[in-house]
């Protein structure tokens, strides 16, 4: 089924407000273009959610929550998996629907923004299933027994960025609404007509009112939502800058957070790596989704004997790269996702180069297509780990190779970042492998590749963030355990 997105009385513009059941009439005129990174086509205006919109909001998601944190596990569980179908028979008209936002290439869109998201529901569907809402244990101080409950901590604020939009929306959503919390989300600007395929896709699984409402609207808005006391946790992805904004006003009413923020991974590539494996494996993780990926292993920490077998294997790859439009059958490599943000990145390559790295891709910017955001994929060699470019998060396609001495040299370098989100060691020795991870400072980390399975926490120490999504970690933060002692004598 096909649901044209609901627009305001203008009907070129759609609204940003959804309070559960409909989409409502925006408040002021506060509007913002969408605009396709391939093309710079216009793909429509949306009227911005304000913060006078907040109770339009919040109220239903608050009112929904006394029935929806009643019902049982079993039955939420039920609408999960509901959801779950829906979306994988509607999955090509979502993947259309971001790649033309985004400008992920439909053949990557598919795969992240259909099947990765669709098992979100399904995935957190059987948890639910199998899940109990309350335990008796026998106390242990004193005579009697402890009833000890899952609670859904209550209205969640869930705020999402643009570049694995579905994906990062519903590893929010799915595991909220199972543990029986109701939901308010906040999407990036730039997906406001996913956004509203979303909401459609709820309304045809018969989700009760309420239970998810949206408002796609910009930082004023968001903060809004996490200053409001109705608000009991905020699940944040997105830069390290508004987590550390979000995380003190939060902090400051007591409220939960789950943060997951940036990164700048560091790949260690030992001298005994596998050179074929590294070869194909390796480059289309640090240049994943053009970089715009919080685990791309966009830091590539290399041994003597490995340096310039990394430097060539990357190289080969970035020529081989097929540049265009996200909804080519064809593009391998996309467009950055607004002009701004390819701005961003070129005045860190600039920068980077002023410094004294060496470019070794083609970096041909002229061999581009004329329209959208595109930018090569660049690799910058003889880098050093202090410098602008290795120690931010860029976000785009750049990545750095870094010489290293020896293992604990490596070692040492990765760890030498004020983020720690994700890393991976590159070596055929199996033992090595495991003794070099345990010792990366990250919270997730891979051997000779980089997979954030469902089934397994996801999420960064230090300035990455606190809180895991995915694996039965990915439930806790939406269920407090709260206890009734009960006296026997
Ligand atoms: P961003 O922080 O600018 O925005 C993220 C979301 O927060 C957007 O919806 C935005 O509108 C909203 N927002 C902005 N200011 C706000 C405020 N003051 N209060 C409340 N909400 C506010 O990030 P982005 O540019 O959309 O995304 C890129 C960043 O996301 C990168 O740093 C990347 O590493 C990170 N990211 C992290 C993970 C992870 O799992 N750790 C995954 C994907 C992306």
Known sequence: MTTAAPTTSDESVISGVFDGRTWLEPSSNDRTTLIDPSTEDVLGVVALAQPSDLDAVIDPAVTAFTSWSSTSFTERAEYLQRISQIWQERGE???????????????NSRLSNIAGSARNFSYYAELAHDAAAE???????????????ANPVGVVAAIAPWNYPTYLMTSKIAPALAAGCTVVLKPAVENALTAHLMASIFQEAELPPGVVTIGIGGADFGQGLVKDDRISLVAFTGSTAVGRAIGSIAGERLALTNLELGGKSAAIVLDDADPQIVARELPPLAFRNSG?????????IATPGAYQ??????????????????????TTF??????????RVLGFLDRALEQGARLVSAGDQGSLPAEGFFVDPMILADVDNRWEIAQE??????????AAEDEDHA???ANDSRYGLAGSVWTSNPQRALDVARRVEAGSVGINGFRPDIGAPFGGIKESGQGRENGPEGLRCYLRSDSIYEFQA
């Open 93 to 107: 008209e979502i993947a259309q629907c971001v790649s033309r936002e985004m400008g992920m290439p439909i053949t």
């Open 393 to 402: 998060e860029i976000f785009g396609p750049i990545v750095v190779v870094i």
């Open 309 to 330: 077998g990394v430097l060539d294997a990357l190289a080969a790859w970035a020529r081989s790269q097929v540049i265009g439009p996200a909804l080519d059958e064809t």
């Open 334 to 343: 996309g467009p950055l996702a607004t002009r701004q943000h390819r701005e």
């Open 411 to 413: 070692i040492e370098l």
């Open 292 to 300: 715009q990926t919080c685990f791309a292993q966009a830091r590539v």
């Open 135 to 149: 335990q008796v244990r026998p106390a242990l101080s004193f005579p009697g027994r402890t009833h000890v409950r």
